[in-house]
């Protein structure tokens, strides 16, 4: 099938860290069109750029639009993940594409995990940024096994590479495309989106979805045993410990001393990330679905949203600033579900923004 839609070009770049695929929005001649700001689209997990190629052709001419694929998804190299760096493979990869296409300040968009990805390259190249998109963002505090102010509750247990569901890693193993109770069809359907009946382009989403690699380096990572419910706790490698609360903590951005502004976006019904997560092993206890939860006190759901909003109130309070727009009867993608009201966003944040 088509993947790369009209109006997309497709090419690779070779940086000094890895040969990285990239999406750009073709315009025939981009200095009649007013030359413009450059916006950067950093994909999540189980997934590629190809999900932001209708927000790219959204945008106006005079805007530049890229899309990165991180290494291990796409069409970029394949490459090991040292979670022990946290986000920072991904992000020092994002850093070099940037370097080598020469782009300087960017205006970045950070979709789920890649809305780490973006904050780790502020906290590491501040030169390279103009703006920051958050959405959906994972909190800064990674994913499971936190309170509200950080804190790491029983070593993290529940959180990395062990809470990946087997069954989904073989479906994408397997290539599957039909619509399974793990296909990555079905995945979309009850856990990207809120409404996905009549939103188009879904084989190519589960095409996007399908170019995650995996295994332990990879998608979803290791584990180590715990004597802690549920039993595992984060491992060293793969994509799932890059976001475990001991190996990324994202709150230094409060301390930057030149904030650029921040915009939020996330959808009322996300699945994914909420202050009580079904992809969080303690929601999961708590409902009964994974049995053996040894209670709140111990194994409470971690409060993503408001770590975030906690955290970005700080930012706030510290020279920075933000916005935060929820929008309703939408799911973990609202660039897919809500197009316009995200593109009418983020370029009144890019007008906003000097430079």
Known sequence: MQTVLDGIASFDIATPRLRAHVLERRVPDRAEAGGGPTVVLVHGNVSSSLFFQPLMLAL???VRALAVDLRGFGESETLPVDATRGLRDFSDDLASVLDELGTGAVHLVGWSMGAGVVLQLLLDRRDLVLS???ESPVSPYGFGGTALDGTILAG??????GGANPDFVTALQEGDRGDGPTSPRTVF?????AHPEGLPHEDLWVESMLTTRTGVDNYPGDATATDAWPGFAPGEHGVLNTMTPD???LTAIVDIADKPPILWIRGELDAIVSDASFFDLNTLGAAGIVPGWPGVEVAPSQPM???TRAVLEAYAASSGSYR???LPETGHSPHLEQSEAFAAALLALIEATPG
Do not use: I, K, M
């Open 132 to 134: 920051v998109t958050l």
């Open 305 to 307: 949203v408001s770590q």
């Open 156 to 161: 993290g247990a529940g959180s990395g590479g």
């Open 189 to 193: 359907r009850t856990a990207y989106v």
């Open 60 to 62: 106006p001419p005079q």
């Open 324 to 326: 935060e727009l929820v």
């Open 247 to 249: 190996h990324l903590d």
